[in-house]
């Protein structure tokens, strides 16, 4: 086991490691939906009442961290949830554009089962390989992975030394973290990202570990 695992989590990790916490995003309306409705990055709605209850939650999870910066999505959604993380720390929420959420195309604002309906070849086609098929007029996976993945790996390499939170989307945190433990993308979706969960991560010498997937015991509730 490398040596800084053992280093408290609350302080600083030790030079040249940057310890990130990648978070997903609180609760919005669409997600709120039964059946939920894709949102992309074409819907940009804030967060509901429940997903600034799950934000305050993770901040309070967050605040006696030493928390050097904090970074999300442009989306409303994702700088809402870090400006609550980023508060107790007197930090600004730096906004990263590619972060943002996959474009879902013509499907967004849809429910799956709405979508099967509407658009049966559609859905076979991206389902069939999601990886490489985009959603109509939007992204497959692998558009998601090339524009995030570098966006993460600057941040990671930037901050060695330091406590780093990022704050993104279901998608975006299943995409980059499969990849990063060798699941093949097209089992993605099957990574839970529950919303504001904490995926705890370690970058040192070039390379990244995974250490914690989806921690939601900080949750005073879990909703969507």
């Known amino acids: 086991m490398p040596e800084f695992a053992a280093t408290p989590l609350r302080e600083a990790p030790p030079a040249g490691v940057t310890r990130l916490f990648l978070i997903r995003h609180g609760s919005t309306g669409p997600n709120e939906c039964r059946p939920f409705v894709l949102q992309g990055c074409e819907i940009n709605g804030p967060l509901t009442e429940l997903g600034q209850r799950q934000s305050q939650s993770v901040a309070r999870a967050l605040a006696e961290f030493q928390i050097h910066a904090v970074y999300a999505s442009s989306l409303t959604r994702a700088m809402q949830t870090a400006e609550f993380?980023?508060?107790?720390?007197?930090?600004?929420?730096?906004?990263?554009?590619?972060?943002?959420?996959?474009?879902?195309?013509?499907?967004?604002?849809?429910?799956?089962?709405?979508?099967?309906?509407?658009?049966?070849?559609?859905?076979?086609?991206?389902?069939?390989?999601?990886?490489?098929?985009?959603?109509?007029?939007?992204?497959?996976?692998?558009?998601?992975?090339?524009?995030?993945?570098?966006?993460?790996?600057?941040?990671?390499?930037?901050?060695?030394?330091q406590n780093v939170v990022i704050v993104a989307h279901n998608l975006v945190n299943r995409v980059y973290l499969a990849e990063l433990v060798g699941i093949d993308l097209r089992h993605a979706r099957k990574l839970r990202q529950m919303n504001c969960c904490i995926n705890l991560l370690h970058h040192h010498q070039g390379l990244t570990e995974l250490v914690t997937l989806n921690s939601v015991l900080h949750h005073d509730v879990l909703g969507a």
């Open 85 to 161: 993380i980023a508060a107790p720390h007197q930090l600004p929420v730096t906004p990263v554009p590619d972060l943002r959420e996959c474009s879902v195309g013509r499907w967004e604002g849809k429910s799956w089962e709405q979508i099967q309906a509407e658009d049966p070849e559609g859905h076979a086609h991206f389902f069939a390989n999601p990886v490489e098929h985009p959603h109509p007029g939007g992204e497959s996976y692998t558009d998601v992975l090339n524009r995030v993945k570098p966006a993460i790996t600057q941040r990671l390499e930037q901050h060695a030394g």
